[in-house]
Structure formats: structure tokens, C-alpha cells
């Protein structure tokens, strides 16, 4: 078989959108005939490995937990071995946690009507 630098095994997601306060979990799937260096970038940045940002070692996925407004922007994942270098970039998109949906029987239970007094 013919060596072969690094080959994304799936193609990664180009946009990726989580809650404030939630996690993401982004792709990076890489096959290659000699082992590849995997790296992940967030706006030119190279990422480290920490509780809050977690690169797995054998998958490659970056998962982010307790998102920010501030994680939002352009991540990069890069893989390079002596027959080559590829890398794809993904958008993260950080959205505001939506308020509470209440029902209108809970706002105002029967029997507590607004205004509780008689006519006139």
C-alpha cells in the first residue's frame, strides 16, 4: 500500500451553534498511514488541553464546556505528518440561553384572577 499524508475520514461540520453555558463537541476526524499531529487553533490561537477546553487524544474532538459569548469565533483543526498537512475551519456560534416558557395557568392560577375585588 502506498503511504498517504493525513485524509479527513469524514468531512468536518463547517458551523457549529451552542447555548451559553452549554458544551460542543467538534469533529476532527483524521485517518493517515503515519501517524498525524493533530492540532486545534480558536482565532489563530493554538488551544491547549484543559478542563473548560478538552482535545481527546485518540478522537481529536474538541469539546468546550460552560460556553461563553467569548468562545464563539473561528476554530481550526489542523494534521500534519512527514507526507502532508490538511486542516478545516468550523464557525462556533455562542447563542444567549432562552428565558423560561411559562404557561398561562401558571402566571395566573385559577381562582387568583387579577384585580381580586368586586365591581362598581
Same mark, same amino acid.
Given at each position: 500500500?502506498?503511504?498517504?499524508?493525513?485524509?479527513?475520514?469524514?468531512?468536518?461540520?463547517?458551523?457549529?451553534?451552542?447555548?451559553?453555558?452549554?458544551?460542543?463537541?467538534?469533529?476532527?476526524?483524521?485517518?493517515?498511514?503515519?501517524?498525524?499531529?493533530?492540532?486545534?487553533?480558536?482565532?489563530?490561537?493554538?488551544?491547549?488541553?484543559? /478542563?473548560?477546553? =478538552?482535545?481527546? &487524544?485518540?478522537?481529536?474532538?474538541?469539546?468546550?464546556? !460552560?460556553?461563553?459569548?467569548?468562545?464563539? +469565533? #473561528?476554530?481550526?483543526?489542523?494534521?500534519?505528518?512527514?507526507?502532508?498537512?490538511?486542516?478545516?475551519?468550523?464557525?462556533?456560534?455562542?447563542?444567549? /440561553?432562552?428565558? =423560561?416558557?411559562? &404557561?398561562?395557568?401558571?402566571?395566573?392560577?385559577?381562582? !387568583?384572577?387579577?384585580?381580586?375585588?368586586? +365591581? #362598581?
Amino acid at each position: 500500500m502506498t503511504p498517504f499524508g493525513p485524509r479527513f475520514h469524514s468531512r468536518p461540520k463547517k458551523t457549529y451553534s451552542a447555548v451559553t453555558g452549554g458544551t460542543v463537541k467538534m469533529r476532527c476526524d483524521v485517518k493517515a498511514m503515519t501517524a498525524a499531529n493533530v492540532s486545534w487553533t480558536m482565532n489563530g490561537v493554538r488551544i491547549i488541553s484543559t /478542563k473548560k477546553r =478538552r482535545i481527546h &487524544k485518540k478522537t481529536h474532538q474538541l469539546r468546550i464546556k !460552560r460556553l461563553q459569548p467569548s468562545d464563539a +469565533g #473561528v476554530y481550526r483543526c489542523e494534521a500534519i505528518n512527514k507526507l502532508g498537512k490538511i486542516y478545516a475551519a468550523m464557525t462556533l456560534k455562542v447563542r444567549p /440561553k432562552q428565558g =423560561r416558557v411559562i &404557561k398561562i395557568s401558571e402566571a395566573f392560577p385559577r381562582g !387568583r384572577e387579577k384585580g381580586g375585588g368586586g +365591581g #362598581v
